[in-house]
């Protein structure tokens, strides 16, 4: 079992920056991909990001290259999400995952998801 919990959400104005930080807890981080994904009310929960197991490789939604960075610490059991130049329509509930299925980009590819953090921006 892995625990996962986001921090770092809040209210930003456009153009603003945000850290998310996301800590596991159970079996070790590093053994599975890290994945970030954000859901608007109405709307399908839709990829944003995602680590390899290393950190060698990341990749991005088209919507958030350039301006996001995932990154990840597996000394401390952490993936990060530093989100610069903020847009109105980056405000969504921010989930981290979890899973080892080559599916990295869809929500079906993960086996385990934090609780969501807030990310408000506003214009």
């Known amino acids: 079992q892995v625990q996962l919990v986001e921090s770092g959400g809040g209210l930003v104005q456009a153009g603003g920056s945000l850290t998310l930080s996301c800590a596991a807890s159970g079996r070790t981080f590093g053994t599975y991909t890290g994945g970030w994904f954000r859901q608007s009310p109405g709307t399908e929960r839709e990829f944003v990001a995602a680590i390899s197991q290393s950190g060698g490789f990341t990749t991005y939604a088209d919507s958030v290259k350039g301006r996001f960075t995932i990154s990840r610490d597996n000394a401390k059991n952490t993936v990060y999400l530093q989100m610069d130049a903020l847009k109105p329509e980056d405000t969504a509930v921010y989930y981290c995952?979890?899973?080892?299925?080559?599916?990295?980009?869809?929500?079906?590819?993960?086996?385990?998801w934090g609780q969501g953090t807030q990310v408000t921006v506003s214009s």
């Open positions: 995952a979890a899973g080892r299925s080559i599916n990295f980009r869809r929500p079906a590819g993960y086996d385990y």
